[in-house]
T-cell receptor, first 111, second 113 residues
Framework: GEDVEQSLFLSVREGDSSVINCTYTDSSSTYLYWYKQEPGAGLQLLTYIFSNMDMKQDQRLTVLLNKKDKHLSLRIADTQTGDSAIYFCAEVSGGYQKVTFGTGTKLQVIP | NAGVTQTPKFRILKIGQSMTLQCAQDMNHNYMYWYRQDPGMGLKLIYYSVGAGITDKGEVPNGYNVSRSTTEDFPLRLELAAPSQTSVYFC????????????FGSGTRLTVV
């Protein structure tokens, strides 16, 4: 199908690690992204990974890519209350670089 | 550096009314996009533009129109508002075809009653 799938909700305790998962659709996707949306705001690019990479680390964020299973994950270490937001994965595919967004995962961080 | 600016932030329209959602960017990006965000549905592309004078339809263009007379501005027009157009609208821009991600505006929350 055409949908990029994410679970709708994740709740973690402050200080724990969060893992947000995404299943994308196009095995020829060249770039995959994670965006963060805080309440009342637009989407903010967090990080991206090229399809020829398996992992990318950026401070508290680790992105893992499993191309065989078309699975992308975002791990947030030492999750803080400021990490509470909706997280969207997105893939770039197609001849005109169409970007398809997932449905978003709402992360709730419990103090 | 303002980035992507959208106005208004909120609007209530009556069925059949028209309005224009404004979007401006100051990053000299060629590519601009309009998305709508419905609860639990992710973002759906309405229209996009690859440069001044060039626009094309996205996934859900019905009921909308756009124009791109300058690099900076990409307004979205609703001619006959319908309740199905109640949504949050986001404008975004990118330097290339989105390879390094998009810059989003803060959104316009539109309610049609």
């Amino acid at each position: 199908g055409e949908d990029v799938e994410q679970s709708l909700f994740l709740s973690v305790r402050e200080g724990d690690s969060s893992v947000i998962n995404c299943t994308y659709t196009d095995s020829s996707s060249t770039y995959l992204y994670w965006y963060k949306q805080e309440p009342g705001a637009g989407l903010q690019l967090l990080t991206y990974i090229f399809s020829n990479m398996d992992m990318k680390q950026d401070q508290r964020l680790t992105v893992l890519l499993n191309k065989k299973d078309k699975h992308l994950s975002l791990r947030i270490a030492d999750t803080q209350t400021g990490d509470s937001a909706i997280y969207f994965c997105a893939e770039v595919s197609g001849g005109y670089q169409k970007v398809t967004f997932g449905t978003g995962t709402k992360l709730q961080v419990i103090p | 550096n303002a980035g992507v600016t959208q106005t208004p932030k909120f609007r209530i329209l009556k069925i059949g009314q028209s309005m224009t959602l404004q979007c401006a960017q100051d990053m000299n990006h060629n590519y601009m996009y309009w998305y709508r965000q419905d609860p639990g549905m992710g973002l759906k592309l309405i229209y996009y533009s690859v440069g001044a004078g060039i626009t094309d339809k996205g996934e859900v263009p019905n009921g909308y129109n756009v124009s791109r007379s300058t690099t900076e501005d990409f307004p979205l027009r609703l001619e006959l508002a319908a309740p199905s157009q109640t949504s949050v609208y986001f404008c975004a821009s990118s330097y290339s075809q989105g390879t390094y991600g998009y810059t989003f505006g803060s959104g316009t929350r539109l309610t049609v009653v």
